[in-house]
């Protein structure tokens, strides 16, 4: 169930609605996201597997991370592990993730706040569950994005922006069939919290069974649509799509989603995380948690993190034991 819901949608602002002349967006193609598992073992499901980095630019990576309910004993996150040149964008829909960071950075993210890293000319961070997570168990399902930055950026001094629940706009449709939660960009005069060095938007759209959602969409942006949970049609020839599925669109002004009439009895409809940015166009030399634009520049960020230049760990979290370079 997505952390953030309305009890009434109707007292909600409507998404405008489209223009007579717009185009609407056609699907190009779905792919379906491969399981896996990430960190010290959480299950992801990898969202742009199988896609032309041309399609995805500005964005690189996209993990669905659950959903899964844990026992006592079983949440897990990272250890601690390096980033250079992107962004990494951390959104929790249910359960509790914390952040730390060698710069001094890091919080709690919890049932709908995002927390959007700036990784910059490079650090280290750690993701993991809170101690009392780990002990109780519970729900955990959330999403981290990464997000390109162009090479005039890549230099950039680490930073990190905690997007709480509330400050998310609330959108709804005309006939209230769909509750749309804006993170980043803006629908209508209505901004995400979301400060972007790369024009982009995040948005996550929860679909009453049944219900159509025509979301207008700048036309320089590409348009990407994910299934959280859910079955529904993308496009207005009404493609098919399901959960772990990612519908890629081509040019045009409107992107339109539509529910099934009959859903899952524990699903409240058809969830979606809708994106599209301004591409960068430039080289992309990537290599585990670094990406660049250059070979050399890879291999200079490897060297900077063999040598200590990208920070060291805090010394509260070595009694931990979270030493290490994997990459989420």
């Known amino acids: 169930m997505p952390a953030v819901t309305v009890a009434d ?48 630019d500005p964005f690189l990576h996209m993990d669905q991370m659950g959903e899964v309910e ?8 990272t250890s601690w592990h390096p980033h250079r040149g992107f962004e990494t964008v951390t959104y929790i829909i249910d359960g509790e993730f914390e952040h730390a960071d060698s710069h001094g950075g890091g919080g709690a993210i919890t049932n709908g706040d995002t927390q959007w890293m700036t990784a910059g000319s490079g650090l280290l961070h750690i993701e993991r569950p809170p101690e009392a997570l780990v002990a109780s168990g519970g729900l955990f399902h959330g999403l981290q994005l990464w997000v390109n930055l162009p090479q005039a950026n890549k230099w950039l001094e680490p ?12 959108l709804t449709t005309s ?12 629908v209508g005069g209505h901004e995400g919290p979301g400060s972007t060095y790369t024009p982009m938007a995040m948005m996550h759209a929860t679909l009453s069974p049944g219900a159509r959602l025509r979301m207008p969409w700048p036309r320089e942006f590409n348009a990407l649509v994910y299934v959280l949970s859910g079955a529904g049609t993308v496009g207005a020839d009404r493609r098919p799509i399901r959960t772990g599925q990612l519908a890629v669109f081509g040019p ?65 979290y070595i009694p931990h034991g979270r030493l290490g370079g994997s990459s989420a």
């Open 175 to 186: 006939d209230g069939g769909a509750l749309v939660r804006v993170i980043a960009g803006s």
């Open 159 to 170: 930073k990190y922006q905690d997007l709480r629940a509330a400050e998310s706009a609330l």
């Open 9 to 56: 949608v109707t007292v909600l602002p409507r998404v405008p609605e489209p223009g007579p002349t717009d185009l609407d967006r056609g699907v190009r193609r779905v792919t379906t996201a491969p399981s896996g598992h990430e960190g010290e073992g959480f299950p992801v499901r990898r969202a742009f597997a199988g896609v032309d980095l041309r399609d995805l």
């Open 252 to 316: 045009g002004d409107v992107i339109t989603v539509a529910g099934d009439t009959s859903q899952e009895s524990r699903l409240p409809g058809l969830d979606v995380v809708l994106l599209g940015g301004l591409p960068i166009r430039e080289p992309v030399a990537w290599a585990g948690p670094f990406v660049m634009n250059t070979k050399a520049e890879v291999m200079t960020a490897f060297e900077d993190y063999q040598k200590g230049r990208l920070g060291v760990i805090p010394a509260s």
């Open 70 to 77: 844990y026992a006592p004993g079983e949440p897990k996150g």
